[in-house]
């Protein structure tokens, strides 16, 4: 049974920096796409950024692009997603997700199995 933990949420202001963390246990091999969702009040789930199937092959969404990045470590079964340059509009509560999609499939929330609880990031003045 695969179970996701993420943590690094927070309250902070429009310019600065988060790190979120995703622990996944139960996870038998390091096939599998590891993925960030967030999810503002109001408004469907969004794909955010992945690691598809290998920590090499690396996607993000273009309101992300240029200012996240996503890394993975294997050893430790962890994901993790620098946030940098944040804006109000990265305000959701954000999610981690595991998953097997093929590759046009891969931004879909759809194509993954296991999900985090979330955890809340904030961005205001």
């Known amino acids: 049974q695969i179970q996701l933990a993420e943590s690094g949420g927070g309250l902070v202001q429009p310019g600065e920096s988060l790190r979120l963390s995703c622990v996944a246990s139960?996870?038998?091999?390091?096939?599998?796409?590891m993925a960030w969702f967030r999810q503002a009040p109001g408004k469907e789930r969004e794909f955010v950024a992945a690691?598809?199937?290998?920590?090499?092959?690396?996607y993000y969404s273009d309101s992300v692009k240029g200012r996240f990045s996503i890394s993975r470590d294997n050893a430790r079964n962890t994901v993790a997603l620098q946030m940098n340059s944040l804006k109000p509009e990265d305000t959701a509560v954000y999610y981690c997700?595991?998953?097997?999609?093929?590759?046009?499939?891969?931004?879909?929330?759809?194509?993954?199995?296991?999900w985090g609880q979330g955890t809340q990031v904030t961005v205001s003045s």
């Open positions: 139960g996870l038998s091999s390091d096939t599998y796409t």
């Open positions: 690691l598809f199937r290998s920590a090499s092959n690396k």
């Open positions: 997700a595991v998953g097997r999609p093929i590759l046009s499939s891969m931004r879909g929330k759809e194509a993954y199995g296991w």
